[in-house]
C-alpha cells in the first residue's frame, strides 16, 4: 500500500521552530487533507490537526497545519521539551478507497 | 466525553484468528458522520491502518489486509470489532481502535502477540 512521505528524523533546539512535512499525491494529501497526529512513547496517539487545518479544543496554539498542493505541513513554535514525539500524519485515499499513514517524524528537542 | 476501550485475548497462536472488541461509551455508536476504526503498530515501528465500518455496515479495508480482515458493528452493545484470520508474528501488535475519519478519538490499545 502506498504510504505518505515523512522525514524520519527532525532535530532542533529549544525555543526553536520546527516545520514537519508529509508528502502524498493528488488522490490523499492533495485533494483530501492531512490529519496530524502526536505519539509519546508507550501511549495513543493524539490528534494535533484535523483534515481541515483545525486544533482541536486543548491543542496549543504553538502548532499549526497547513499544506500546499501535495504537502502538508505542522509547524511547532517555540520548541518545549514536551514537544519531543513521534509526528504522524495520514490522509484518506480516495484511487485505494483506504487511509494511508506517513513512517513518521521523530522530533527531538535539543 | 467519548472512550473507546479494545479488550481481547493478548495471546494468539499462529494460524489462528484474532478478535478484539472496541466499546465506546460516553456517546452512541450510531451517529451518522462517523466511522469507526482499527490501527495497528508493530513494536517499534510505526502506525497501519486495518480498516473502518460505519454503524450502517459500510465498511472500507487496508488493501494489503483485506483477505483476511472482517470488521463488524454491533450497535446494540455500542461496540465494534476486529477478526484477522490466518495470523503471523508479523501480526504482533498493538491495536488501537478510534473514531474517523480525523481519528479523534482513540482507546489506549491492547498489545497481541502471536506466538505459539
Known amino acids: 500500500q502506498a504510504g505518505l512521505t515523512q522525514p524520519p528524523s527532525v532535530s532542533k533546539g529549544l525555543r526553536e521552530t520546527a516545520t514537519l512535512t508529509c508528502t502524498g499525491n493528488?488522490?490523499?494529501?492533495?485533494?483530501?487533507?492531512a490529519v496530524w497526529l502526536q505519539q509519546h512513547q508507550g501511549h495513543p496517539p493524539k490528534l494535533l490537526s484535523d483534515r481541515n487545518n483545525n486544533r482541536p479544543s486543548g491543542i496549543s496554539e504553538r502548532l499549526s497545519a497547513s499544506r500546499s498542493g501535495n504537502t502538508a505541513s505542522l509547524t511547532i513554535t517555540g520548541l518545549h521539551p514536551e514537544d519531543e514525539a513521534d509526528y504522524y500524519c495520514s490522509a484518506w485515499d480516495s484511487s485505494l478507497s483506504a487511509r494511508v499513514f506517513g513512517g513518521g517524524t521523530k522530533l527531538t528537542v535539543l | 466525553q467519548l472512550q473507546l476501550q479494545e479488550s481481547g485475548p493478548g495471546l494468539v497462536k499462529p494460524s489462528e484468528t484474532l478478535s478484539l472488541t472496541c466499546t465506546v461509551s460516553g456517546g452512541s455508536i450510531s451517529r451518522s458522520s462517523y466511522y469507526w476504526g482499527w490501527i495497528r503498530q508493530p513494536p517499534g515501528k510505526g502506525l497501519e491502518w486495518i480498516g473502518s465500518?460505519?454503524?450502517?455496515?459500510?465498511?472500507y479495508y487496508n488493501p494489503s489486509l483485506k483477505s483476511r480482515v472482517t470488521i463488524s458493528v454491533d450497535t446494540s452493545e455500542n461496540q465494534f470489532s476486529l477478526k484477522l484470520r490466518s495470523v503471523t508474528d508479523a501480526d504482533t501488535a498493538v491495536y488501537y481502535c478510534a473514531r474517523h475519519p480525523d481519528m479523534d478519538v482513540w482507546g489506549q490499545g491492547t498489545t497481541v502477540t502471536v506466538s505459539s
Open positions: 493528488s488522490n490523499n494529501v492533495g485533494n483530501q487533507g
Open positions: 465500518i460505519h454503524y450502517s455496515g459500510s465498511t
